[in-house]
């Protein structure tokens, strides 16, 4: 059985074809716009070049064209914004459905979270294509490997392509809190943008990422959009995860809930995480983080 990974991010593509070598027999990476998996990531990579004014959407029906050339079993594909639209056209087209933001395969099927996590399910396809948006930490320490053949894809033109209006640079923060041991997660517990500084702190004494909640990248815009942590953002797994502010709503927790040992720092004694953490601390995150950067 062949494999086709398609991701945004470099790293992803390599995790993703790491994971995609235990699944099937042959891995091929589309790599769109100069992304670059990196020596030895699959058995072949095959560039997508966008054409000038060409936006990342519009690369899906060559994505497509190397799909029906190379006929994989597999496809596993980063759940990014810009690659769910692109493998949402690729099922369509193979007759199939997307299984989406699987966290483990196994021999029943692809386990995933469902409702807003607030339940798990494991799924199979039905026809003979799998389709799956998969979290590059999903294969653990899983390592690639391949030959590394190299093809140029011709650019198919959509028949309706986008039109880029206008864009402007987008400051990221350079943080890969999926790579991070330990993350320092914020909350609507943060009164003002100030106060973050007392988790930043606490960053700085644990060699923490510094992650979100929702409320604090889409509604005050404190933080930026890539560290928000929850359903329909990061789903994490470090070593240590402090919840620091944070109430505890599922649509949170699911993205932090495999954390190896998980913390909690709340006022509210009755916080629904106090419920799902290892060890929790009452108070006022103002009072509670000085004293645990002192202490540290």
């Given at each position: 059985?062949?494999?086709?990974?398609?991701?945004?991010?470099?790293?992803?593509a390599?995790?993703?074809?790491?994971?995609?070598?235990?699944?099937?027999?042959?891995?091929?990476?589309?790599?769109?716009?100069?992304?670059?998996?990196?020596?030895?990531?699959?058995?072949?990579?095959?560039?997508?070049?966008?054409?000038?004014?060409?936006?990342?959407?519009?690369?899906a029906?060559?994505?497509?064209s190397?799909?029906?050339?190379?006929?994989?079993?597999?496809?596993?594909?980063?759940?990014t914004?810009?690659?769910?639209?692109?493998?949402?056209r690729?099922?369509a087209?193979a007759?199939?459905?997307?299984?989406?933001?699987?966290?483990?395969?196994?021999?029943?099927?692809?386990?995933?979270l469902?409702?807003?996590?607030?339940a798990?399910?494991?799924?199979?396809?039905?026809?003979d294509?799998?389709v799956y948006?998969v979290?590059?930490?999903?294969?653990?320490?899983?390592?690639?490997?391949?030959?590394?053949?190299?093809?140029?894809?011709a650019?198919?033109?959509?028949?309706?392509?986008?039109?880029?209006?206008s864009?402007?640079?987008?400051?990221?923060?350079g943080?890969?809190l999926?790579?991070?041991?330990?993350?320092?997660?914020?909350?609507?517990?943060?009164?003002?943008?100030?106060?973050?500084?007392?988790?930043?702190?606490?960053?700085?004494?644990?060699?923490?990422?510094?992650?979100?909640?929702?409320?604090?990248?889409?509604?005050?815009?404190?933080?930026?959009?890539?560290?928000?942590?929850g359903?329909?953002?990061?789903?994490?797994?470090?070593?240590?995860?402090?919840?620091?502010?944070?109430?505890g709503?599922?649509?949170?927790?699911v993205?932090?809930?495999?954390a190896?040992?998980?913390?909690?720092?709340?006022k509210?004694?009755?916080a629904?995480?106090f419920?799902?953490?290892?060890?929790?601390?009452?108070?006022?995150?103002?009072?509670?983080?000085?004293?645990?950067?002192?202490?540290?």
């Amino acid at each position: 059985m062949k494999a086709l990974v398609i991701a945004e991010r470099s790293e992803a593509a390599r995790a993703l074809a790491a994971g995609a070598r235990a699944l099937a027999d042959e891995v091929v990476i589309a790599a769109i716009a100069g992304l670059e998996p990196g020596e030895g990531a699959a058995d072949k990579v095959v560039r997508i070049a966008l054409p000038d004014g060409a936006v990342y959407d519009d690369a899906a029906d060559t994505v497509i064209s190397v799909f029906d050339a190379e006929r994989p079993g597999i496809v596993l594909a980063e759940p990014t914004r810009r690659m769910k639209a692109i493998v949402g056209r690729l099922a369509a087209h193979a007759g199939t459905s997307v299984i989406t933001d699987v966290m483990e395969f196994g021999a029943d099927g692809a386990k995933s979270l469902y409702f807003g996590g607030v339940a798990e399910r494991v799924q199979k396809p039905v026809g003979d294509v799998a389709v799956y948006t998969v979290s590059a930490d999903a294969f653990g320490d899983a390592q690639p490997s391949g030959a590394g053949a190299v093809e140029e894809a011709a650019w198919v033109a959509p028949a309706k392509p986008l039109e880029l209006v206008s864009s402007k640079p987008r400051e990221l923060s350079g943080v890969d809190l999926g790579k991070a041991d330990v993350v320092v997660a914020v909350g609507r517990g943060f009164a003002e943008e100030g106060e973050l500084d007392l988790a930043r702190a606490l960053c700085d004494k644990l060699g923490a990422g510094l992650g979100c909640s929702r409320p604090l990248t889409e509604g005050v815009d404190w933080l930026p959009r890539e560290t928000y942590i929850g359903v329909s953002g990061l789903m994490l797994s470090p070593k240590a995860y402090v919840a620091c502010g944070i109430s505890g709503q599922m649509q949170h927790m699911v993205g932090c809930n495999r954390a190896g040992a998980l913390f909690a720092v709340n006022k509210d004694k009755n916080a629904p995480v106090f419920k799902q953490c290892d060890y929790g601390l009452v108070g006022d995150v103002k009072s509670v983080l000085p004293a645990l950067v002192a202490a540290l």
